[in-house]
């Protein structure tokens, strides 16, 4: 095998691909990346069997073949090689010469018989959507996941889709993230669960722009295409939880802030709520304000915002994470911050629409 290519594409290629190897396997096939040449060009193939990814690297192809080499060695090896054209050649023993200008490395590989396939997901039912706005919906999700193994299922993103519209959604007991997106076309509907880790993976290889990104199920496995990669992942197996029940049917107290402002306030007063030992951030609405109060050994900080609210007062108490990583996931300029009690789930939705929603579970506090 031999062939001619950036050193850029490759690199590329490699950071994309890799995301699927293995660490430290019982299987060694699984640390490596499997590269492929032939007329169509490079392939780069990369699982631990429960993520797959293939990506193609822009090349010259001189003569076709595959071998599997080690995906962290080579990855080392071509970040450090000098800018421009790289050569890759393989010879019958499946030794690789990786040389550019004056610098060649040699490395040994393994023959690609025994590489696993990636699983096999029918694509005659295709779910596209933007890719940049997939990414997002992922990474506002994401942070929601469960990282208990007590209920595994929790550790997956429940995925839905109705006709136009994509649901992904993230609970961990705690607190809970919902996120919709627009599909570019009607695709019925399915549901699955996708292993959370492995989603938020994928999430940031996906690109910034409008291009589509085209998802498709099997009963077992989730297919993420571009036009850059592929992504299968395994599916998470079981129930996932009827999370509308979760949701309050009606609200008492309303309050419209803006987001930027909040996010503020809430980051600096993080600063000494994370320096106690209860992690606690106290708000008081109080009709046009909002205040923010954290305290500790190390002393105390006080916040105030102006809002609008609809309702009776109210102090209630959050952890500091689980309100930052809410607060921090919406992208509007305001949104509605609305509960019923001091004891009852905190809900975050737009002002208008229904593209997002986050609950979070207050904490109780003395007096």
Same mark, same amino acid.
């Given at each position: 095998?031999?062939?001619?290519?950036?050193?850029?594409?490759?690199?590329?290629?490699?950071?994309?691909?890799?995301?699927?190897?293995?660490?430290?396997?019982?299987?060694?096939?699984?640390?490596?990346?499997?590269?492929?040449a032939?007329?169509?060009?490079?392939?780069?193939?990369?699982?631990?069997?429960?993520?797959?990814?293939?990506?193609?690297?822009?090349?010259?192809?001189?003569?076709?073949?595959?071998?599997?080499l080690?995906?962290?060695l080579?990855?080392?090896?071509?970040?450090?090689?000098?800018?421009?054209e790289?050569?890759v050649?393989?010879?019958?023993?499946?030794?690789?010469?990786?040389s550019?200008?004056?610098?060649?490395?040699?490395?040994?590989?393994?023959s690609?018989?025994?590489?696993?396939?990636?699983?096999?997901?029918?694509?005659?039912?295709?779910? #596209?959507?933007p890719?940049? @706005? =997939? *990414?997002?919906? &992922? +990474?506002?999700?994401?942070?929601?996941?469960?990282?208990?193994?007590?209920r595994?299922?929790?550790?997956?993103?429940?995925?839905?889709?109705?006709?136009?519209?994509?649901t992904?959604?993230a609970?961990d007991?705690?607190?809970?993230?919902?996120?919709r997106?627009?599909?570019?076309?009607?695709?019925g509907?399915?549901?699955?669960?996708v292993?959370?880790?492995?989603?938020?993976?994928?999430?940031?290889?996906?690109?910034?722009?409008?291009?589509?990104a085209?998802?498709?199920?099997?009963?077992?496995?989730?297919?993420?295409?571009?036009?850059?990669?592929?992504?299968?992942?395994?599916?998470?197996?079981?129930?996932?939880?009827?999370?509308?029940?979760?949701?309050?049917?009606?609200?008492?107290?309303?309050?419209?802030?803006?987001?930027?402002?909040?996010?503020?306030?809430?980051?600096?007063?993080?600063?000494?709520?994370? #320096?106690?030992k209860?992690? @606690? =951030? *106290?708000?008081? &609405? +109080?009709?046009?304000?909002?205040?923010?109060?954290?305290?500790?050994?190390?002393?105390?900080?006080?916040?105030?915002?102006?809002?609008?609210?609809?309702?009776s007062?109210?102090d209630?108490a959050?952890?500091?994470?689980?309100?930052?990583?809410?607060?921090?996931?919406?992208?509007?300029?305001?949104?509605?911050?609305?509960?019923?009690?001091?004891i009852?789930?905190?809900?975050?939705v737009?002002?208008?629409?229904?593209?997002?929603?986050?609950?979070?579970?207050?904490?109780?506090?003395?007096?």
């Open positions: 095998m031999k062939f001619i290519c950036q050193k850029d594409d490759l690199m590329q290629g490699l950071s994309i691909a890799s995301k699927a190897s293995a660490t430290r396997s019982p299987q060694p096939v699984l640390e490596c990346v499997c590269v492929s032939d007329l169509s060009g490079v392939r780069l193939q990369c699982t631990d069997l429960q993520m797959g990814i293939e990506t193609a690297v822009p090349a010259m192809v001189a003569e076709e073949g595959r071998v599997l080690s995906a962290r080579l990855n080392e090896i071509v970040r450090k090689l000098p800018s421009g790289v050569t050649s393989v010879n019958a023993s499946n030794r690789a010469t990786i550019a200008g004056g610098s060649k490395t040699t490395l040994q590989g393994a690609a018989e025994d590489f696993p396939a990636l699983p096999a997901v029918p694509e005659d039912a295709p779910i #596209e959507i890719q940049a @706005l =997939l *990414r997002d919906m &992922i +990474r506002q999700t994401g942070f929601a996941v469960s990282q208990e193994d007590t595994p299922i929790l550790m997956g993103i429940y995925l839905e889709v109705e006709e136009d519209t994509l992904l959604v609970l007991g705690f607190r809970l993230a919902r996120r997106g627009r599909l570019l076309s009607p695709a509907r399915v549901t699955a669960v292993s959370g880790h492995y989603f938020i993976e994928a999430g940031k290889i996906l690109g910034d722009d409008e291009a589509p085209r998802l498709a199920l099997s009963k077992t496995h989730l297919l993420l295409r571009t036009k850059g990669f592929t992504v299968i992942i395994r599916l998470l197996e079981g129930e996932y939880i009827k999370y509308r029940q979760l949701l309050p049917p009606s609200y008492a107290i309303s309050t419209r802030v803006r987001c930027g402002e909040l996010a503020d306030c809430i980051d600096r007063a993080s600063l000494m709520a994370r #320096e106690g209860n992690n @606690l =951030l *106290r708000f008081s &609405i +109080r009709k046009d304000k909002l205040s923010i109060t954290s305290n500790s050994e190390m002393g105390e900080v006080y916040e105030e915002m102006d809002v609008e609210t609809t309702g007062d109210i209630i959050f952890n500091v994470r689980y309100i930052t990583e809410a607060v921090k996931s919406i992208d509007e300029e305001q949104f509605l911050f609305q509960l019923n009690s001091n009852s789930p905190c809900v975050l737009p002002t208008e629409g229904e593209d997002f929603l986050y609950l979070v579970l207050p904490v109780r506090t003395a007096g």
